[in-house]
């Protein structure tokens, strides 16, 4: 039931934002070098690794970790990185990770391949047994702000507590957060 409503929900979202989707990547095409999309190695449903693509908010020679550790973030970010991130518009390539079955809309988000005290975790209490999200419960209680154990912990809490309607609750929760730009540390 979940996997067919991540469909028919994915399919709309790819209609209703082809237009700006199309815009993102001129956009990032014509403010940096590179492409349009970063492709990152990201642990899925098992600890298998699949490639997640997200509209490239920074320059094409960042290292890939994640960016709390990076020393200065913002001296990383293309021209329109900033808004890309704030508005969460980098996220929307991700439709295509939903499509194909590798993410679902709800989950716990996909940890980076090299983020191995959040995986080792996640594994320890079973939350590597639920596909990664778009969107999850920890992102809704405080996305790049939470330490790693409340991430997991809230994770776990989400793995016990989902049903569809706590799904649909967590994306209003979400679409709330992304016009607030609330919880976008860098």
């Given at each position: 039931m979940k996997r067919l409503a991540d469909l028919i929900l994915a399919i709309n979202a790819?209609?209703?934002?082809?237009?700006?989707?199309?815009v993102v990547t001129i956009l990032v095409r014509l403010t940096s070098?590179?492409?349009?999309?970063?492709?990152?190695?990201?642990v899925g449903i098992n600890n298998d690794v699949f490639k997640m693509p997200k509209f490239r908010s920074m320059k094409v020679d960042t290292p890939a970790v994640a960016t709390h550790l990076l020393k200065d973030p913002k001296s990383l970010l293309t021209p329109i990185g900033d808004f890309l991130r704030k508005s969460s518009l980098d996220e929307l390539p991700q439709l295509w990770c939903i499509l194909k079955g590798d993410m679902s809309f709800v989950g716990p988000r996909p940890a980076l391949f090299n983020q191995g005290d959040l995986i080792a975790l996640r594994t320890k209490n079973g939350v590597h047994e639920m596909l990664p999200g778009l969107t999850g419960w920890a992102q809704v209680n405080g996305r790049d702000e939470l330490p790693i154990s409340k991430k997991v912990e809230l994770d776990v809490e989400y793995?016990?507590?989902r049903s569809f309607f706590f799904d649909i609750y967590v994306l209003w929760l979400t679409f709330l957060k992304v016009l607030k730009s609330d919880g976008v540390s860098h």
């Open positions: 790819v209609i209703v934002f082809f237009i700006p989707i199309c070098k590179g492409g349009a999309l970063y492709w990152s190695d990201r793995m016990h507590r």
